[in-house]
């Protein structure tokens, strides 16, 4: 068998992936990157990421461009060395950083939504 005949058996059945992204779920990612949409996603680490979709596959694996990851931190808790000495609790910070590119593995994604604008 040939290499070329291989490769063909190999790509029986495949399906073109662009051709299945234009329809379905899927089709909202496709909007969002060819109409540069902002998109907020939200991610297993409690994080979430504003930003423009640059590409995407079928794992939800993403490229985003000019993202602002979002989150909040909680002060840790110090042990109490006397009853009396009282200190004031720390209220949770929200944080920010700017990226300008980021790549997203796809298990990490809960959910992608459009920004309505």
Wanted: proline share 3%.
């Amino acid at each position: 068998m040939s290499r070329t005949e291989a490769y063909a058996l190999d790509r029986v059945g495949e399906t073109n992936e662009d051709e299945s992204f234009d329809s379905g779920p899927l089709s909202m990612l496709t909007e969002c990157v060819r109409n540069r949409i902002q998109v907020l996603v939200s991610c297993r680490n409690n994080r979430k990421l504003l930003g423009y979709l640059k590409a995407f596959d079928r794992h939800f694996n993403l490229l985003m461009e000019e993202v602002t990851e979002l989150w909040t931190e909680r002060p840790k808790k110090k042990k109490k060395k006397k009853k009396n000495n009282k200190t004031k609790q720390q209220q949770p910070q929200n944080k920010d950083r700017f990226l300008k590119k980021l790549f997203i593995r796809g298990d990490s994604v809960i959910i992608i939504l459009k920004n309505p604008k």
